[in-house]
Structure formats: structure tokens, C-alpha cells
């Protein structure tokens, strides 16, 4: 079978909405092609419309090309079972409302990509230095919004503060001193950290990462009661 014919069958066996990394796709069934080779012929598919191109190195089957291409790279990149990605940013804020802004942008973690960082078009990715099971995303939500506390944009406190009482009902120490040893965040995040879980009595370890001699510019938040 010709190369050609090869690559349009690999693509036509693709199920159906597939974001299909050109990098993969290679290592997968064509490295006896040189990489210059390859990447020229799956260009030409794109160039005679079989393919699409969704973003750099990434395709589509032609017949997606109507569907939404920022659904279908957001679904490539939380991963089949959508545990490889976690929205941060203002997706992630509007998640639990604390801010009504809406930005164009769309940033995310995912497990997905080889590379640290992946941009395609407003969607920008980082790879997490963690795999995104359900207690470390809860751990690197917070830590997220925490950091950018002063730079959310309709910040909404009262939303920030039930979320804050949320996370701290339901911590988990463990994942919290797993991502924290392999993602770097700011001291004055953790204080913050700290300061709400310590604010809800719950036991945690965050002292560890801090000093007692720092003063660590921290928000004020509220305490809800119920």
C-alpha cells in the first residue's frame, strides 16, 4: 500500500470527531517514512481536503469540519474518560462563580500533551507536573484561584468564601503536599492556603513550605457560617 493511501486509511479509521496528532501519528505506524516525508504528505492531504488542520500538527477528518473545532480540541485534550484536564483561568473561575467575567481565552492543565505548553488558537494548554486525579485537581483549583485572588477580574468574594469553605470541608492533606512538592506556587499562595484552612480548624501540614519570620500578604476573607 502506497504511503498516501496509508495515511488517508489511518484517517479514515479515526472515530469520528478524533483530534489527530500529527506527532502520534508518525511514532504510531509511519516511522519508516522520513519525518520531512511524512509531515509533507499529511500536508497535502490537507492541502486536497481530506484532512483539516485543527492547529499546529493537529488534523481533523474532513467531514468534522463543521463541527465545533474548539469542542473537539478541548475534548482531545481532557483526555478520553476527562481526566487529563482541568480548566484554569476564567473557565475555572466561572466554574465556582467567583467572577462573571467572560474572556475569550481558554487555559487548562492536560496530561495529554508531551510538550510543556500547547497553544491553538485561544485555547492555551500547560502540562502539570501531576496527574489529574480528582483530590490533586481540587488542590490545584484552589491553589490557582488563590494565587490570581487580586487579578480576577467581577471578583465576586461572598462566592469566593463558600468556595473557600468547601474546599477546606472536604481537603485532603495528602494531595495538597503531593502537588505542592511538584508544582511550584507562591509562599504567599500556600499562607493563603493555610490561613483558610486554619480559619475552618482542619489539620494540615502547610507550615512546612512557610516561615514563621515571613509576613505573607494574604486577603482578608470572610468566614461563612453555614
Known amino acids: 500500500m502506497k504511503y498516501r493511501d496509508k495515511l488517508i486509511k489511518y484517517f479514515e479509521e479515526a472515530p469520528d470527531g478524533a483530534v489527530i496528532v500529527a506527532n502520534d501519528m508518525y511514532e504510531k505506524g509511519f516511522t519508516k517514512m522520513s519525518h520531512d516525508a511524512f509531515f509533507r504528505a499529511v500536508e497535502r492531504l490537507c492541502d486536497d481536503g481530506i484532512i483539516v488542520r485543527a492547529g499546529k500538527g493537529m488534523y481533523i477528518k474532513a467531514e468534522d469540519k463543521d ?9 482531545y485534550f481532557f483526555g478520553e474518560n476527562n481526566d487529563d484536564g482541568l480548566f484554569i483561568g476564567y473557565r475555572l473561575y466561572n466554574k465556582y462563580m467567583v467572577s462573571s467575567y467572560k474572556s475569550d481565552r481558554i487555559e487548562l492543565y492536560s496530561n495529554v500533551i508531551k510538550a510543556r505548553t500547547c497553544e491553538v488558537g485561544n485555547i492555551y494548554v500547560k502540562r502539570p507536573s501531576v496527574e489529574l486525579d480528582f483530590e490533586n485537581a481540587k488542590v490545584i483549583e484552589a491553589l490557582e484561584i488563590m494565587q490570581n485572588y487580586y487579578d480576577i477580574e467581577q471578583l ?3 462566592k469566593f468564601a463558600r468556595f473557600a469553605k468547601q474546599f477546606a470541608r472536604n481537603y485532603n492533606d495528602t494531595a495538597a503536599v503531593y502537588v505542592l512538592e511538584h508544582m511550584k506556587y507562591k509562599k504567599s499562595t500556600i499562607a493563603f492556603m493555610k490561613k483558610v484552612l486554619d480559619m475552618y480548624k482542619v489539620e494540615n501540614s502547610l507550615q512546612q513550605y512557610l516561615s514563621y519570620a515571613s509576613d505573607y500578604k494574604v486577603p482578608a476573607v470572610q468566614r461563612i457560617a453555614r
Not at 463541527?67 to 475534548?75: A, F, R, T, Y
Open 67 to 75: 463541527k465545533n473545532q474548539e469542542e473537539l480540541l478541548l475534548n
Open 156 to 158: 465576586n468574594k461572598l
